[in-house]
């Protein structure tokens, strides 16, 4: 599977979870080192819907604010998770396409289960299409 990733700052969580990316998956870096944070949800949304990538994923201090800047991409869906049951169900009910996650308040183990858990998720429930496609 091919990601996009983005972050606004490296540490040891931002390191574990670009491990666990290039261990299993190819990356996509699609923003300038020191790119504003507002850049970096944009870029990684703009590659997801491009089709460049398959999903993305974004990081900054809360998460939040590179998740508003891929959400404003026509067709991004990005979801802030903090624990693997948000990110299954991003994925699952949502059809999430981009996982945001903050980089100071999650230890890397967990950071790395979040991402693990919106991965492994290869489609939405076919019950929730409805749901879904009223989103776009």
Known sequence: MRIAFAAD???ETTAAV???LTEHHEVLDV???GAPWPDLGTAV???VVDGRADLGVVMCW???GTAIAANKVPGGRAALAWDPWIAR???????ANVLAMSLKRLAPDVAVEVL????????PDPAEADN???LD
């Open 9 to 11: 700052d490296s540490n």
């Open 18 to 20: 670009v491990r666990h």
């Open 31 to 33: 923003a300038a080192p």
């Open 45 to 47: 949304g703009r590659a």
């Open 62 to 64: 809360t998460g939040t």
């Open 89 to 95: 169900g991003a994925r699952l009910w949502n059809d």
């Open 116 to 123: 693990a858990a919106f991965l492994a998720v290869e489609d």
């Open 132 to 134: 879904i496609a009223s």
